[in-house]
């Protein structure tokens, strides 16, 4: 499978940013995931700051360390970011050394994974992570794909996940803080309704309906 992942990111990387962000769709997304991100990381140590999955460098003004199976992805990175540490490599079997970072980030990968693999990366990030670090990522939500009866097709975006199934999966790590991300498909409103929507949207996701989010992003510390 990350075969197949490499393959499609290698392919996609020259349109990736207009192909996924330009639109409302992901304009809402990236708006949001930079909002919850920057308020996590406000005064974070780049330098012991790891972005997993980092693909062309979205979220690399958080990290001073970025890591992707796809060299094409991380071509586009190191061009917006030529002084950061960027390596090719996989999630589950990371090119660092143990007890090496003060907080890991990753966004949109774990949709990816099997369950086996979702394992792995926890496992793995642990390894290279300090105690008392933090990991922060995003997931497909479980009970919002529940609600919507969602059909698995292959192996994009297949992944959904609880956040209690998240802890269930390590002892290495405990959960500290979730949040939702996108209740309401706010693009597919008139875009004189979105500035009101956002608004009662963000309030939603950062109540007890969070898990119905069509994303959930999670906080877990280092044990």
Not at 11 to 37: M, V
Not at 143 to 151: A, L
């Amino acid at each position: 499978m990350q075969h197949s992942i490499k393959s499609y990111y290698d392919e996609l990387a020259p349109e990736y940013d207009n192909d996924r962000f330009a639109n409302s769709y992901g304009k809402y997304i990236d708006y949001q995931e930079k909002k919850i991100l920057h308020k996590l990381l406000l005064n974070n140590n780049k330098d012991k700051t790891l972005d997993v999955a980092c693909g062309t460098g979205r979220f690399l003004r958080y990290a001073r360390y970025g890591l992707d199976i796809s060299p094409q992805m991380l071509q586009q990175a190191q061009q917006k970011y030529p002084s950061r540490m960027l390596f090719e490599g996989s999630a589950l079997q990371m090119p660092f050394e143990s007890n090496m970072f003060e907080t890991i980030f990753s966004f949109h990968l774990l949709m990816h994974l099997d369950k086996d693999d979702t394992r792995q990366f926890l496992t793995e990030t642990a390894r290279v992570a300090k105690q008392g670090a933090r990991l922060i990522f995003d997931f497909p939500s479980k009970y919002r794909r529940q609600i919507i009866n969602y059909k698995i097709k292959g192996w994009h975006a297949s992944n959904s996940l609880s956040s209690m199934e998240v802890q269930a999966m390590t002892t290495k790590w405990i959960l500290r803080k979730s949040y939702g991300l996108m209740f309401f498909p706010i693009h597919r409103f008139p875009s004189s309704w979105r500035r009101y929507i956002r608004r009662l949207d963000r309030w939603i996701c950062r109540s007890c309906l969070k898990k119905y989010a069509s994303y959930t992003i999670v906080v877990l510390e280092r044990t």
